[in-house]
């Protein structure tokens, strides 16, 4: 039975998101519409695929038409962390995937895109292995582009947090203790919008700009994910002087989407103070990971060493996030 694909509509975010949550191997609640409907709708141009087999939905992928250069890019996705192909178990072998991955490029060809663009889950994320998926767009023809990512087992954590730091990351916490900080978890809107301030700060100084607006750190906070989005702040006295944002995904990893401090009080070591917390709590919570995010820049090409040294101190471990693009129509 041949594989169709059908353009995402409003009226399929139900299924969409029962599919991802519940059916998928590699679906996480950032492929989710609610999570991307946060966006105004004018921010993308929306063209995600659904996939099916049959009437059975197999597959989806958050996409958006995307202008770079002058050519028409499918791109999966602007508006989220990772997005790429989003699996079913039930169509999970090489003659179903060789099949859908032809089926949807030729969708894509029909569609006058030039290229096509893969964020794919990390395998961290993942719920089940999906490295047929890899395997496929490798042997397609696909450019492969490697972040290196930044994670810990927690099972070492548990009985001592310190001991899996480095001496360094061991001194600089016990002077943390000294200079009267606290961590608090940040339940109200003031207090978050207290912890945006110093990511603006951080952010200013680095010569970058936030992905999110205040009004979508709250939008997504209390409105979409109540429970898979967290905010934890430092506090010297009554001043947030270090704080963090942080995802929840499957009861199974704890994720730092945000980390900021505020430079004047580096001395203080808030950022260490504030990410041994955060570890306390997954543990406390019984969760298997804990995520660190990248120190990649330039689709990898270049690897921030201070913040690798920076987190490694820290006791992580390595994995890859990676990312495929592909020409579909010849220039």
């Not at 597959?59 to 790429?84: D, M, P, R, Y």
């Not at 994670?151 to 001194?171: D, V």
């Not at 003031?190 to 936030?210: A, C, P, R």
């Amino acid at each position: 039975m041949e594989f169709s694909i059908k353009c995402y509509t409003e009226e399929q975010e139900e299924n969409w998101d029962s599919f991802v949550k519940q059916k998928s191997m590699n679906g996480t609640f950032l492929q989710t519409r609610k999570f991307i409907n946060y966006h105004p709708k004018d921010r993308f141009k929306d063209c995600s695929l659904m996939i099916y087999k049959g009437n059975t939905l197999t597959a989806c992928v958050l996409g958006c038409e995307w202008i770079e250069e002058g050519e028409k890019v499918f791109f999966s996705h602007k508006g989220t962390t990772f997005g790429g192909i989003v699996i079913g178990k039930q169509i999970y072998n090489a003659t179903s995937i060789n099949e859908l991955m032809d089926c949807m490029e030729d969708y894509l060809r029909e569609q006058q895109f030039d290229k096509i663009y893969l964020k794919m889950t990390p395998a961290v994320f993942e719920r089940e292995n999906t490295d047929l998926l890899d395997y496929f767009l490798y042997q397609k023809g696909y450019e492969q582009y490697t972040e290196l990512n930044y994670y810990m087992h927690l099972n070492r954590y548990r009985e001592n947090i310190l001991s899996q730091f480095s001496a360094g990351k061991r001194r600089d916490y016990r002077y943390a203790l000294k200079n009267n900080l606290t961590f608090e978890k940040l339940e109200t809107k003031e207090q978050v919008m207290q912890f945006y301030d110093v990511l603006q700060i951080n952010l200013k100084k680095l010569g970058l700009k936030s992905v999110h607006s205040y009004e979508d750190l709250i939008d997504l906070k209390y409105n979409r994910f109540v429970q898979e989005i967290e905010f934890y702040g430092v506090f010297l006295e009554k001043k947030m002087i270090a704080g963090s944002m942080v995802f929840l995904f499957d009861g199974r990893i704890m994720h730092t989407q945000y980390l900021s401090s505020d430079e004047q009080y580096q001395k203080l070591f808030p950022m260490d103070f504030l990410i041994y917390h955060l570890i306390e709590c997954a543990v406390e919570k019984q969760l298997e990971l804990f995520t660190f995010g990248i120190c990649t820049e330039n689709q990898g090409r270049y690897l921030n060493f201070g913040l690798s040294r920076f987190k490694e101190g820290f006791g992580t471990e390595f994995c890859l996030n990676k990312s495929f693009e592909k020409r579909l129509l010849l220039s």
